[in-house]
Structure formats: structure tokens, C-alpha cells
Nanobody
Framework: QVQLVESGGGLVQAGGSLNLSCEAS????????MGWFRQAPGKERDFVAA????????RYADSAKGRFTISRDNAKNTVWLQMNSLEPDDTGVYYC???????????????WGQGTQVTVSS
């Protein structure tokens, strides 16, 4: 059983930055693809970014490219999402996710964190 605990959310003005953390625990967690999804009020949970188990491959949603950076440190069992140039549309609950599949879509996610709220004011 893998457990994921997010932190780092909060309220920030447009143009600001936040760095989300996800601490993972459990057997073989370092072998999972890790990443983040966002769920805005009244909307579906959408993919934001993912990183391979080796940290050599990353993937981003179009809305995140050039502004967000995902990274991981398997020695610390931690994944980060550095978010810069934040916009009001980035507002939502950010969920850390772990998957054994590189496809990394919602149906392929094996484990979810409890989520952390990010609010970007205009």
C-alpha cells in the first residue's frame, strides 16, 4: 500500500509561485510514475504533470508547459511541483498520484493523495 501526503498549497496572487510537495511511503514506491492532477470547482480532475520513476522523463499538460516543473528524489520518496507565473485558472485542489503505467491517466492511477488547495487571486 502506497500512501501519498501533499503539502505546500495556499493562497497566492497572480504571477506568484508555489512549490507543492508529495511525500510517498510504502513498498517499491520509487518504481511508480508520479505526478499531479488538478480539480477546479465543478470540473473534472485533470492531468497537470508526471515524472518517470527514473526522473529522466517528464510530461506536462499544455497549460503547465513553461511555467511548472516536476521533479522527484527517490532517496527522499518525494515529488515536487514548482509552479511559477500562476494564474487564476490554476486554482483548484492539487492531487498527488502514483501509477504503475506510463500512460498516467485517471483510470491508470493506483494511488491518490488527499489533495492540497491552491488559490490564485487576480
Amino acid at each position: 500500500q502506497v500512501q501519498l501526503v501533499e503539502s505546500g498549497g495556499g493562497l497566492v496572487q497572480a504571477g506568484g509561485s508555489l512549490n507543492l510537495s508529495c511525500e510517498a511511503s510504502g513498498p517499491t514506491v520509487s518504481s511508480y510514475y508520479m505526478g499531479w492532477f488538478r480539480q477546479a470547482p465543478g470540473k473534472e480532475r485533470d492531468f497537470v504533470a508526471a515524472v518517470s520513476w527514473s526522473a529522466l522523463t517528464t510530461r506536462y499538460a499544455d497549460s503547465a508547459k513553461g511555467r511548472f516543473t516536476i521533479s522527484r528524489d527517490n532517496a527522499k520518496n518525494t515529488v515536487w511541483l514548482q509552479m511559477n507565473s500562476l494564474e487564476p485558472d490554476d486554482t483548484g485542489v492539487y492531487y498527488c498520484a502514483a501509477s504503475q503505467s506510463s500512460i498516467f491517466t485517471r483510470p491508470t492511477i493506483n494511488y491518490w493523495g488527499q489533495g492540497t488547495q491552491v488559490t490564485v487571486s487576480s
